[in-house]
């Protein structure tokens, strides 16, 4: 089934948003949830994962420090937090399922995605 995300918006830069993704009528499965972001004129481009499986997370270094996933315990959803957003940050939101259940070296590929959300705008300008 495909997932469901939910926040995203048009906020300040160095202000914060928290995107959501959920399995709608049923819990997320214990794949690897992946995380990408598409920017105008720019190819879509992974930048975390969330193993539910093991609870460890993986970032790029563009969102290091600043974008931290989470879930809830009941495995309802993942959760992306984001904080001291930049203009450059502006960009579809995407969340996707992937195959396996840790994220290794596989994570950054879409390929490895079976189910993905619908997308969200998340927009940083003054």
């Known amino acids: 089934l495909p997932l469901v995300q939910s926040g995203g918006g048009l906020v300040e830069p160095g202000a914060s948003l928290k995107l959501s993704c959920a399995r709608p009528?049923?819990?997320?499965?214990?794949?690897?949830i992946g995380w990408f972001r598409q920017a105008p004129g720019k190819e879509r481009e992974a930048i975390a994962c969330l193993s539910i499986i093991e609870d460890r997370t993986h970032y790029v270094d563009s969102v290091k420090g600043r974008f931290f996933l989470s879930r809830d315990t009941d495995r309802l959803q993942v959760f992306l937090q984001m904080d001291s957003l930049k203009p450059e940050d502006t960009a579809v939101y995407y969340c996707a399922e992937g195959r396996r259940e840790a994220c290794e070296n596989w994570w950054p590929d879409m390929p490895a995605y079976d189910y993905w959300g619908q997308g969200i705008q998340v927009t940083v300008s003054s």
């Open positions: 009528g049923d819990n997320l499965y214990y794949f690897a």
